[in-house]
């Protein structure tokens, strides 16, 4: 079965400053996957070579088992794209907006629009000048989902969107994803990341530095354990074992930060008389956290 999405060695330069460099991924058919990374990371360098708006410096990507350079006019008339910014034509009304990229793509999508706009509370008839900001974003996400693509690739698609509106979002990836198209989605909201993707990646200054399951990430997170004693306990015990990272002591209550597993610092809290311990798991926020808490200056 062809990747969506299959990456071998992309590589942007501008000039001598790394946009991106030697990518190798692979997208999985159906699954609704997060490309994580803070602005200015390479997230939208990323996208923008593989949708051939900028020709990498090496490297080739492959969308839909078609050549992203050669093949660049087919492959935008399969995906849905919803850019970080979007441009509209002020003047037009949002129907008449998505009436005419429509009729761009030669197919009539005017069931599915109306079908899109009342699931985001969205009034078609209005001019574009006069949408908010999250109206604008509701017109972006309907053009890209309502000629229902094999292929959506969105950039931080919830901006300016309304809690109500972003669940109704969630609900239309999982339904996207059950009928086994793919959606590679672009965000530095980490929550929601963790809430609808199956898969990310995590990419810094250009490189990627891990690409995991969700939850295969959030158990490669830190932990941290807020450790309660009868009477003072001896902190240095803890900043002795190897999966510490930090040790803090108050009173009685020591909190510990734990990469790998805890049990080590459970059997050392074992020699002291416990009175209570708190566990917070590690979530996404800790994973991505702990990719971007090194010295960037050691690349």
């Known amino acids: 079965m062809t990747a969506p999405i299959f990456l071998d060695g992309l590589t942007k330069f ?13 997208i999985r058919q159906g699954e609704v996957f997060g490309f994580l990374g803070p602005n200015g990371a390479g997230k939208s360098t990323t996208i923008s070579t593989i949708l051939d708006f900028i020709r990498p410096t090496r490297g080739t990507a492959t969308v839909l088992g ?30 008449e907006l998505l009436g005419y990229l429509s009729a761009l793509r030669g197919v009539d999508t005017s069931r599915q629009v109306a079908s899109l706009a009342e699931r985001f509370d969205l009034d078609l ?12 974003q509701k017109v972006g996400l309907v053009q890209a989902f309502m000629h ?8 931080e698609p919830t901006n300016g969107l309304d809690p109500i509106v ?8 999982r339904e ?30 250009g490189r990627l530095m891990v690409v995991a399951e969700i939850e295969e990430l959030k158990r490669q997170a830190q932990h941290r354990l807020e450790m309660t004693f009868v009477s003072p306990a001896d ?10 990272r930090s040790v803090a002591a108050v009173d009685r209550t020591i909190t510990v930060t734990v990469a790998g597993s805890v049990d080590p610092v459970v059997k050392a809290a074992a020699a002291f008389e416990v009175e209570n311990i708190v566990s917070h ?19």
Do not use: W
């Not at 992203?68 to 949002?94: N, W």
């Not at 229902?148 to 969105?154: G, S, T, V």
């Not at 980490?190 to 809430?195: D, K, Q, S, T």
């Not at 902190?235 to 510490?244: G, I, K, M, S, Y």
């Open 235 to 244: 902190p240095e015990v803890f900043r002795a074992l190897e999966t510490v």
């Open 66 to 95: 078609l050549d992203s350079r050669r093949d660049s006019v087919a492959i935008h008339g399969k995906i849905g794209y919803l850019p970080g910014e979007l441009a509209m034509y002020e003047k037009m009304t949002g129907r």
């Open 166 to 173: 972003q669940q109704e979002f969630y609900a239309l990836l």
């Open 176 to 205: 996207v994803s059950a009928e086994g198209r793919t959606v590679f989605l672009s965000s530095h909201i980490l929550p929601e990341v963790e809430r609808i993707t199956d898969r990310a990646a995590i990419i810094r200054r």
């Open 14 to 26: 501008y000039g001598p400053i790394r946009g991106i460099e030697d990518l190798d991924l692979e």
């Open 148 to 155: 229902r693509p094999e292929l959506l690739i969105l950039d």
């Open 125 to 136: 008839d209005r001019r574009i000048r006069g949408y908010s900001s999250g109206n604008r």
């Open 281 to 299: 798991d590690g979530d996404l926020e800790s994973a991505f956290l702990s990719y971007y808490s090194e010295d960037d200056d050691a690349e």
